[in-house]
C-alpha cells in the first residue's frame, strides 16, 4: 500500500530561486534563509520519499489568464521548467508518476472533486523553489513528483475547507494504491505576502504565527478563515496558504512537528516553513 508519511510547507519566492541560479545564497541577504532549510534537506534526504505531491499555484506560467482551472492535477510523464520571463530555470525536469496520478484523478474525482486533468504542463517557481529548498541543487530530482495546481491567482479561488476535504479524498486515494510507496504531500506559497499596490510588503508576524500553531494543532481553526480575513490581515497574496490545508488534510489528525522555520525578509513575503509527520 502507498502511504503519505508527512506534509511539507514552504514559501515560493520566486527571488530565491534567482539567487540560487545565480549563486547568492551566501550573500548576507541570503544566507540566513537558506541556514533555515539546511536541515529540511537533511530530513528530506533521510526520509527518501517515492512521490512527492506537490499543491501549488501556477501564476499565469502554464495557464494564461484564458483559462484557470481551481484544481488541475498533473498526470504527465514529465513536467519542464516553465519560461517566466528569463528563460526557463537551470532545474532539472520534473519526472511525474503517471500512474499513481491516474488513480488519484479517477479516486478524487469519483469523490467529488472535479478535478482538471493536465496531460501536459511547465511548472514555475511555485514548484520548482520549493523543490530547491527541499532538495537542493542536485542534477535530477531524487523522486517523483505529483504536482497539483490549484487557482489562487484569480477570484474565487477554492475555500480553505474545501482545500482540507481535497487532502483527506488525496490521501484515501494514494491508501488506496497497491503498490509499497513512500509519500510526502507538500504545500507551497505564504506566507504574508502582498506584491503590489500601497500595502505593498506587508507581513503580519502575528497572522503567521498563529497559522503555524495552528497548522499543527487545531487546522479546523484555519479551514475556517474566510477569504477577506488573509487578504485583510496577512495581504492579498496570503491567499496562498489555502494550498498548506491540502497538505494538513492529507495529514493525521494528529501529528508531530519535525521542524519549522520562519524568515523575514525575502522580497515582499514573510518564508514560512513547516514539516509535519504523521505518528504511526
Ligand atoms: C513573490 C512571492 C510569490 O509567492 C510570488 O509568486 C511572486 C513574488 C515575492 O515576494 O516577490
Ligand atoms: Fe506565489
Known amino acids: 500500500m502507498a502511504r503519505i508519511v508527512a506534509g511539507v510547507t514552504a514559501s515560493h519566492v520566486p527571488a530565491i530561486g534567482a539567487a540560487l541560479d545565480l549563486g547568492k545564497t551566501e550573500e548576507p541577504y541570503w544566507r540566513p534563509l537558506f541556514k533555515g532549510f539546511e536541515r529540511s534537506k537533511e530530513w528530506m534526504a533521510k526520509t527518501k520519499p517515492d512521490v512527492v505531491i506537490v499543491a501549488y499555484n501556477d501564476h499565469a506560467s502554464a495557464f494564461s489568464v484564458e483559462i484557470i482551472p481551481t484544481f488541475a492535477l498533473g498526470c504527465a510523464a514529465?513536467?519542464?521548467?516553465?519560461?517566466?520571463?528569463?528563460?526557463?530555470?537551470?532545474?532539472?525536469?520534473?519526472?511525474?508518476?503517471p500512474v499513481l496520478a491516474a488513480d488519484i484523478a479517477q479516486s478524487v474525482i469519483l469523490d467529488g472533486f472535479d478535478l482538471t486533468i493536465v496531460n501536459k504542463m511547465e511548472v514555475d517557481h511555485g514548484l520548482t523553489v520549493p523543490l530547491n529548498l527541499l532538495f537542493g541543487q542536485p542534477k535530477e530530482w531524487p523522486c517523483r513528483f505529483i504536482p497539483l495546481a490549484v487557482n489562487v491567482v484569480m477570484y474565487p479561488p477554492p475555500t480553505g475547507q474545501r482545500c482540507y476535504m481535497l487532502g483527506k479524498a488525496?490521501?484515501?486515494?494514494?491508501?488506496?494504491?497497491?503498490?509499497?510507496l513512500k509519500v510526502v504531500i507538500m504545500g507551497t506559497g505564504g506566507m504574508?505576502?502582498?506584491?503590489?499596490?500601497?500595502?505593498?510588503?506587508?507581513?503580519?508576524?502575528?497572522?503567521?504565527?498563529?497559522?503555524?500553531?495552528?497548522?499543527?494543532?487545531?487546522?479546523?481553526?484555519?479551514?475556517?478563515?474566510?477569504?477577506?480575513?488573509?487578504?485583510r490581515e496577512a495581504g492579498a497574496e496570503a491567499i496562498e496558504l489555502v494550498m498548506w490545508l491540502i497538505m494538513r488534510g492529507?495529514?493525521?489528525?494528529?501529528?508531530?512537528?519535525?521542524?519549522?522555520?520562519?524568515?523575514?525578509?525575502?522580497?515582499?513575503?514573510?518564508v514560512g516553513h513547516i514539516i509535519l509527520e504523521n505518528k504511526q
Open 192 to 231: 504574508s505576502h502582498q506584491i503590489s499596490g500601497p500595502r505593498a510588503g506587508l507581513i503580519n508576524r502575528e497572522f503567521d504565527t498563529r497559522f503555524l500553531d495552528n497548522l499543527t494543532k487545531d487546522p479546523q481553526a484555519l479551514v475556517r478563515i474566510p477569504h477577506l480575513e488573509y487578504v
Open 250 to 270: 492529507a495529514l493525521d489528525d494528529e501529528v508531530e512537528e519535525v521542524y519549522r522555520f520562519y524568515h523575514v525578509p525575502a522580497s515582499n513575503t514573510a
Open 170 to 180: 488525496i490521501r484515501k486515494a494514494v491508501e488506496s494504491f497497491d503498490e509499497d
Open 78 to 97: 514529465e513536467f519542464p521548467p516553465a519560461d517566466e520571463g528569463w528563460g526557463p530555470r537551470p532545474v532539472p525536469v520534473v519526472k511525474g508518476h
